[in-house]
């Protein structure tokens, strides 16, 4: 049963900062590319950032380059999201995905997601 499970969402205050984290068990994640996406109320999902199955290719949505960063555990099957200077419009369920293509904003190259984390930023 492949699992991705997303963690350390909450409450923060504009400006602060939220780690996220996503550990990927049922298989070997070494050769997937990892991703996060993001929802809020009403809208679509939306792309955050990709990385490469081997970290030569990290792509930033622009709204979140230079403040978010991702990394992945030594494991490989761990990802996570280091949320700096949020904003309140980074409000939104954080979902961690999977493919096994090149680093890409396209959701659909994802096979395998998460349920989400809740982030919320108050102004």
């Known amino acids: 049963q492949v699992q991705l499970v997303e963690s350390g969402g909450g409450l923060v205050q504009a400006g602060g900062s939220l780690g996220l984290s996503c550990a990927a068990s049922g298989r070997t994640f070494s050769t997937y590319t990892m991703g996060w996406f993001r929802q809020a109320p009403g809208k679509e999902r939306e792309f955050v950032v990709a990385?490469?199955?081997?970290?030569?290719?990290?792509i930033y949505a622009d709204s979140v380059r230079g403040r978010f960063t991702i990394s992945r555990g030594n494991d490989k099957n761990t990802v996570y999201l280091q949320m700096n200077r949020l904003k309140p419009e980074d409000t939104a369920v954080y979902y961690c995905?999977?493919?096994?293509?090149?680093?890409?904003?396209?959701?659909?190259?994802?096979?395998?997601w998460g349920q989400g984390t809740q982030v919320t930023v108050s102004s």
């Open positions: 995905a999977a493919g096994l293509s090149v680093a890409t904003p396209r959701h659909t190259a994802y096979n395998y």
């Open positions: 990385l490469n199955w081997n970290g030569d290719r990290t």
